[in-house]
């Protein structure tokens, strides 16, 4: 592990657009985003908030447009950033700490071990992937994507497949090695709640654009009791539904998920 | 202490139809009514394998059958490797050679033996030919598969993590094959015996096969029925082998 603190970088997207045959996904997208900041997107799906994650780990080529990382244009693979994605993704023919110390040079198993003692999962670095619960292989995608002390931390969903507990257990976790760290992180999520538990501010994606940014200025760490949470919650999720529906009225995540699909 | 009986039971279990008809062919036999000339009992067998074994005739034929079922299993699947791993990694190796081979794979490659006699005789060079190429075809289709099929979105998760060529094949692909080309190795062990059977058979001097159909002229049941337990043999060890390496190399996939 670095002892020095490593500091984020910074993310200027310029009229992003990106559009899969005739059908654009993102349409003129603006952001910039601070060294170090905290950033979580939401949105209906298929709104394109994955797509602009793949785009800044360079995954993807755009069409138009620009992403500046820290005074320069992304250009290929994103080297500054590593992205962590919702189904994992480990090699399950590898043993965990081979799978966190893939592309790493065989002298930095010792870092490996120490990013694996990180996310509390020491004892479990012989094991195979299958033998893992969800929210484990998760905690060696982290760690996978840590070791490489990127400056951008991407994260596709990477909480949608866990259960509750899990999951707050998880975001947790990030949330300690992100201000340990001071990486920049953008975090793609369906889940309101959690976008607003960790993140320094929420950008919704609507018709391909950026179409509501809300800072989050709670104390960390968060307390989902605070009532000024559930106001951030409820004022996201209404700027969410307003389009289609009038009722303002503060949805679950399971009434949202059902919406999205009769709407689908 | 019950959980050991029941164990036991567990092992011997598969044993007791196989034994029993064992047992029973060595009854009707000797009480006759399965004639010498029919079936011969297992004892008389088992006399026969003694007596060829100490005047070295089975040891010269079993070693001559195994050296050309493994020379024409390596030739036939090394090439079908090769070829499976070019086809499935680069696009244009794939372009040019994968619909000959599927064109060549359709012809039974039995059906070259007088061929293959014409052109090579009764040598070794045509049962090894015969061989390599009844391997060859399943162990191309499983290792082409199975890097065709090799799951895409680990693929780019190795790109993203900053593997690439050598690397990415090595870590990520190639492994994410081998289950696959393991299979295809497994049916062509097959294959290999059942060409050998044929071609030994049909034209030789020495072997397995050679020895069976000599003992046809003189009328031995007993070696002609050595030899075909002895194919059995061979087919049964060679598929130990290769779960063997199944369970080595496979330890993930649990």
């Given at each position: 592990?670095?002892?020095?603190?490593?500091?984020?970088?910074?993310v200027?997207?310029?009229?992003?657009?990106?559009?899969?045959?005739?059908?654009?996904?993102?349409?003129?997208?603006?952001?910039?985003?601070?060294?170090?900041?905290?950033?979580?997107?939401?949105?209906?799906?298929?709104?394109?908030?994955?797509?602009?994650?793949?785009?800044?780990?360079?995954?993807?080529?755009?069409?138009?447009?620009?992403?500046?990382?820290?005074?320069?244009?992304?250009?290929?693979?994103n080297?500054k950033?590593?992205?962590?994605?919702?189904?994992?993704r480990?090699l399950?023919?590898?043993?965990?700490?081979?799978?966190?110390?893939?592309?790493?040079?065989?002298?930095?198993?010792?870092?490996?071990?120490?990013?694996?003692?990180?996310?509390?999962?020491?004892?479990?670095?012989?094991?195979?992937?299958?033998?893992?619960?969800?929210?484990?292989?998760?905690?060696?995608?982290?760690?996978?994507?840590?070791?490489?002390?990127?400056?951008?931390?991407?994260?596709?969903?990477?909480?949608g497949a866990?259960?509750?507990?899990?999951?707050?257990?998880?975001?947790?976790?990030?949330?300690?090695?992100?201000?340990?760290?001071?990486?920049?992180?953008?975090?793609v999520?369906?889940?309101?709640?959690?976008?607003?538990?960790?993140?320094d501010?929420?950008?919704?994606?609507?018709?391909?654009?950026?179409?509501?940014?809300?800072?989050?200025?709670?104390?960390?760490?968060?307390?989902?009791?605070?009532?000024?949470?559930?106001?951030?919650?409820?004022?996201?999720?209404?700027?969410?539904?307003?389009?289609?529906?009038?009722?303002?009225?503060?949805?679950?995540?399971?009434?949202?998920?059902?919406?999205?699909?009769?709407?689908? | 202490?019950?959980?050991?009986?029941?164990?036991?039971?567990?092992?011997l279990?598969?044993?007791?139809?196989?034994?029993?008809?064992?047992?029973?062919?060595?009854?009707?036999?000797?009480?006759?009514?399965?004639?010498?000339?029919?079936?011969?009992?297992?004892?008389d067998?088992?006399?026969?394998?003694?007596?060829?074994?100490?005047?070295?005739?089975?040891?010269?034929?079993?070693?001559?059958?195994?050296w050309?079922?493994?020379?024409?299993?390596?030739?036939?699947?090394?090439?079908?490797?090769?070829?499976?791993?070019?086809?499935?990694?680069?696009?244009?190796?794939?372009?040019?050679?994968?619909?000959s081979?599927?064109?060549?794979?359709?012809?039974?490659?039995?059906?070259?033996?007088?061929?293959?006699?014409?052109?090579?005789?009764?040598?070794?060079?045509?049962?090894i030919?015969?061989?390599?190429?009844?391997?060859?075809?399943?162990?191309?289709?499983?290792?082409?598969?199975?890097?065709?099929?090799?799951?895409?979105?680990?693929?780019?998760?190795?790109?993203?993590?900053?593997?690439?060529?050598?690397?990415?094949?090595?870590?990520?692909?190639?492994?994410?094959?081998?289950?696959?080309?393991?299979?295809?190795?497994?049916?062509?062990?097959?294959?290999?015996?059942?060409?050998?059977?044929?071609?030994?058979?049909?034209?030789?001097?020495?072997?397995?096969?050679?020895?069976?159909?000599?003992?046809?002229?003189?009328?031995?049941m007993?070696?002609?029925?050595?030899?075909?337990?002895?194919?059995?043999?061979?087919?049964?060890?060679?598929?130990?082998?290769?779960?063997?390496?199944?369970?080595?190399?496979?330890?993930?996939?649990?």
């Amino acid at each position: 592990m670095t002892s020095l603190k490593q500091y984020g970088v910074d993310v200027r997207i310029d009229q992003l657009v990106k559009s899969y045959g005739k059908r654009p996904v993102l349409n003129g997208l603006d952001v910039n985003i601070q060294p170090g900041e905290f950033v979580a997107i939401v949105g209906k799906s298929g709104c394109g908030k994955s797509t602009l994650l793949r785009l800044l780990a360079g995954l993807e080529d755009y069409q138009e447009g620009s992403i500046i990382l820290g005074g320069e244009r992304l250009k290929g693979l994103n080297r500054k950033a590593r992205i962590m994605f919702q189904d994992g993704r480990l090699l399950p023919w590898k043993r965990v700490l081979d799978n966190v110390s893939i592309g790493l040079a065989p002298e930095h198993r010792e870092k490996a071990e120490e990013q694996l003692w990180q996310v509390g999962l020491a004892d479990r670095k012989e094991d195979f992937p299958s033998r893992l619960s969800g929210g484990q292989k998760q905690r060696v995608a982290l760690a996978r994507a840590l070791i490489h002390d990127p400056q951008l931390l991407l994260l596709d969903e990477p909480l949608g497949a866990l259960d509750a507990l899990t999951r707050l257990e998880m975001q947790e976790l990030i949330e300690g090695l992100w201000q340990e760290r001071m990486f920049t992180a953008i975090l793609v999520t369906h889940d309101v709640e959690e976008a607003v538990a960790i993140s320094d501010r929420v950008l919704l994606i609507e018709d391909g654009k950026i179409s509501f940014n809300q800072q989050i200025p709670l104390p960390r760490p968060r307390k989902r009791t605070n009532p000024a949470f559930g106001m951030y919650v409820e004022t996201i999720l209404s700027q969410i539904l307003k389009r289609e529906n009038d009722f303002h009225m503060l949805l679950s995540e399971r009434q949202l998920s059902f919406l999205d699909s009769v709407n689908n | 202490m019950k959980r050991g009986i029941y164990a036991s039971v567990g092992k011997l279990l598969p044993w007791l139809i196989p034994c029993s008809l064992l047992l029973l062919w060595q009854l009707v036999s000797m009480i006759g009514i399965i004639s010498e000339k029919t079936l011969p009992a297992p004892t008389d067998i088992m006399e026969a394998a003694f007596r060829l074994l100490l005047n070295g005739e089975l040891y010269t034929h079993m070693s001559i059958s195994l050296w050309r079922a493994l020379i024409g299993f390596l030739i036939g699947a090394s090439i079908g490797f090769i070829f499976g791993l070019l086809n499935g990694v680069f696009r244009y190796s794939d372009l040019l050679f994968d619909t000959s081979i599927q064109m060549l794979r359709n012809i039974p490659h039995l059906a070259l033996i007088p061929l293959v006699i014409l052109w090579f005789g009764i040598g070794e060079t045509s049962k090894i030919f015969l061989v390599a190429l009844g391997v060859l075809f399943p162990v191309y289709i499983n290792t082409y598969h199975g890097i065709k099929s090799v799951d895409k979105r680990l693929i780019e998760m190795g790109k993203s993590y900053g593997l690439k060529g050598n690397q990415l094949f090595f870590h990520v692909i190639l492994p994410g094959a081998l289950s696959s080309i393991l299979v295809g190795i497994r049916f062509s062990l097959g294959v290999m015996w059942l060409t050998l059977i044929v071609a030994e058979t049909i034209s030789a001097q020495s072997g397995i096969g050679y020895m069976a159909m000599n003992a046809r002229e003189f009328m031995q049941m007993d070696v002609i029925v050595l030899s075909i337990l002895i194919y059995a043999l061979f087919g049964k060890i060679s598929d130990v082998i290769a779960r063997f390496f199944e369970g080595k190399w496979l330890k993930w996939d649990t």
